[in-house]
């Protein structure tokens, strides 16, 4: 049987800092393989450097537990890294914690839709089944 919490997919998410009031939205493209993730993670630069910043992910999860570290490739004017621990939630649909860099802080979350191959299997059937009116 999988891991519910594999994290393997396409997340949608956001960060906050604690302070300056900084927030930002951004999809992570992750591929975990026996714990081990990897991923891209693209935002929009709102510095307006570039129209986006893009980072690699690299990090660990074990269980609920996520930990990885985004480096910014330069893209918008940004090299850094940023240290992320989260909580990956029993259905892995969602992840929380915080993240770290220098003196700065905040917080992050994270969100997929899943389906089952059943599910998906199931909703083509509807479909199918459903005739279509052909009188036009």
């Not at 393989?33 to 893009?54: K, L, N, W």
Request: hydrophobic share 30%; no cysteine; aromatic share 10%.
């Amino acid at each position: 049987m999988s891991d519910p919490r594999d994290l393997s997919g396409v997340w949608y998410g956001s960060y906050d800092a604690d302070r300056h009031n900084q927030s930002n939205s951004f999809i992570a493209v992750l591929e975990e393989t026996f714990g081990a993730i990897t991923g891209t993670i693209t935002e929009p630069d709102d510095t307006g450097r570039s129209d986006t910043r893009r980072a690699t992910v690299a990090g660990r999860r074990e269980g609920g537990t996520l930990a990885f570290v985004k480096h910014y490739d330069g893209s918008g004017g940004w090299s850094h890294s940023v240290d992320y621990n989260g909580h990956v939630d029993g259905e892995g649909v969602l992840v929380a914690g915080r993240w770290v860099v220098q003196a700065l802080t905040g917080s992050f979350t994270m969100q997929r839709e899943k389906f089952s191959a059943e599910e998906l299997e199931d909703e083509e059937e509807v479909v199918m089944r459903d005739p279509v009116d052909q009188r036009f």
